[in-house]
């Protein structure tokens, strides 16, 4: 039988599409910035309903925070808002699947920040799995690139390449900082100490981020607003995958987390070739078995 860290992760994983969907078709319409923040301000209410509707149910207390809680929660809030940030902006770039395929090795890199900093070393077999699979959706981001205005090299070594390593490198901390938070904290249980740490983590975001657009771009602030009913989705599903994505941390390390996660690529490209009916190349076939392979691979280790 699967543990529960993995339907958590997997609900975490969907609950994500459906968060980036909004993010992407509202882009053109409030900018950048304002895509990056309707997924922190939007899900305050959401992730606060939950907190305080299971503290009802259980009767449990909130827990209390300490200075190192905080410590890591802004520190880990500022990483997941730089990611959000540079993110958004690859989706400006013409080409930008180069830096899209760099940004998904954010499960490598989550996988040695948590080494170096809580101590958490995986086994050889997930270690491995989780090499395999950042290959894997390397490939699939490459797969349909066109390589003939610049080359595979100029492309792999273009800024487009180095936004998305460093929103690899961005998440990564962000997921490890996050973890660090929940275990800091006392009382409560697992699920309410998930809940409460991604619920104080998208206040500090939306404070935040909202003070720098307020100085910066306060026309694409007021839009996130104005338009509300476009946008509040978005804040629905990011406040499911938080708590799903903190829930799933506090109860197993976080790379094999993040490669389990990783089934959001399956479940979209499933989704291209049963109902839109595209076509896939022999590498996108192998990439994705290799994929299905490195989740698998997890699971058993």
């Not at 800024?159 to 660090?180: E, N």
Request: hydrophobic residues 60%; proline residues 2%; glycine residues 8%.
């Amino acid at each position: 039988m699967l543990e529960t860290w993995v339907f958590v992760t997997i609900i975490a994983a969907v609950a994500q599409t459906f968060r980036s969907a909004i993010q992407k078709r509202m882009k053109p319409v409030i900018g950048d910035s304002g895509a990056s923040y309707i997924r922190f301000s939007y899900a305050v209410p959401f992730a606060w309903i939950w907190v305080m509707g299971y503290k009802s149910f259980t009767g449990l207390s909130l827990p209390v925070p300490n200075a190192g809680f905080w410590f890591w929660v802004v520190l880990a809030s500022l990483m997941q808002v730089l990611f959000t940030v540079l993110l958004i902006r690859l989706f400006s770039h013409r080409s930008f699947a180069a830096g899209t395929a760099f940004s998904k090795t954010e499960v490598l890199q989550a996988a040695i920040y948590e080494a170096v900093l809580l101590g958490v070393v995986v086994s050889v077999l997930t270690g491995t799995a989780i090499i395999l699979g950042a290959v894997a959706v390397v490939m699939l981001s490459l797969a349909k690139a066109d390589f003939r205005e610049k080359g595979l090299v100029a492309t792999l070594f273009s800024s487009q390449t180095l936004i998305g390593l460093a929103c690899g490198s961005f998440l990564g901390l962000s997921t490890v900082f996050f973890k660090a938070a929940v275990l800091e904290l006392d009382g409560g249980d697992w699920l309410l100490n998930a809940g409460y740490t991604g619920a104080m983590a998208v206040v500090v975001q939306t404070i935040g981020m909202g003070l720098w657009m307020l100085t910066t771009s306060r026309q694409e602030l007021v839009a996130s607003f104005t338009h509300w009913k476009q946008s509040f989705g978005a804040g629905f599903f990011g406040a499911v995958a938080t708590a799903a994505w903190f829930t799933a941390f506090t109860l197993h390390a976080v790379a094999p987390v993040r490669a389990v996660g990783q089934v959001e690529l399956l479940i979209t490209i499933g989704v291209s070739i049963l109902y839109f009916k595209e076509n896939v190349s022999r590498i996108e076939l192998l990439a994705i078995l290799m994929l299905a392979v490195s989740i698998i691979m997890v699971l058993l280790g």
